[in-house]
């Protein structure tokens, strides 16, 4: 409500489709993050590290956000139970 005070008259921010796409061995681009499967899937990971680095819209951060909020909840948000890919060293790509 805030934005449409101050800024009356001025288009208003609409989010678009939450969608992320899936890739795959095929795929050689995409246009957003894409999704992540689960924390071995190195693929669509490294690949939002290339978005996050060639995007100027996107934040480091925002490559594993999502990811990680999910297996906090999963883990009953008890964050010594959360899985980082390539931190933790449980998992690492072949």
Known sequence: ELGA???A???AYQPGAQ???EIGPETLAVSELPQVKNTDD???LV???RVAVEDPRQLLSGAVTDLAVAQLIACG???RLVHVPGLD???YPA
Do not use: K, S, V
Request: aromatic content about 14%; overall charge neutral.
């Open 19 to 21: 969608t992320l796409p």
């Open 5 to 7: 005070t101050m800024f």
């Open 9 to 11: 008259g001025y288009p």
């Open 42 to 44: 190195w693929r669509a």
């Open 47 to 49: 690949t939002r590290l």
């Open 77 to 79: 948000n008890d964050p």
């Open 89 to 91: 060293g449980e998992h």
